[in-house]
């Protein structure tokens, strides 16, 4: 199954801490949304998000900043699905003290957070043959 992927521009309404930085559990639940994707593609229903078996943010994120989010499922059980997780910052903003609407496009995107995670899909709701 293909990767599922997810870009949007970070708002004002994202940022959580002083300087305009972004929480991280707004690039988690973009997670959830690429997982619930994922979900209806593989079986047709939205599924259940059951936990992380691990998360890590690796740089931080800004309002401004334009985020691409994937994920791919990695190991299909009988009910469970595993998926893995990356965000990148593709476009930065805040680059120019002196002008707030300067922004660049990276050259090369920058991970800002990963993670592998379970979710669930009752046999009863698995509405698409595989």
Known sequence: ?????????????????????????????????????????????EGLFVGYDSIAFKAPVYAGDYIEVEGEIVRVGNTSRTMHFSAWKVIESRIDPDCASAARVLEEPLLVAKAIGTCVVPKDRQRLSR
Request: charged share 30%; aromatic share 4%; proline share 2%.
């Open 1 to 45: 199954m293909d990767p599922v992927k997810l870009r949007l521009r970070m708002s004002q309404n994202d940022a959580h801490y002083a300087g305009d930085l972004v929480d991280g559990a707004r690039i988690t639940a973009l997670f959830g949304d690429v997982a619930t994707e994922l979900l209806i593609r593989h079986d047709g229903d």
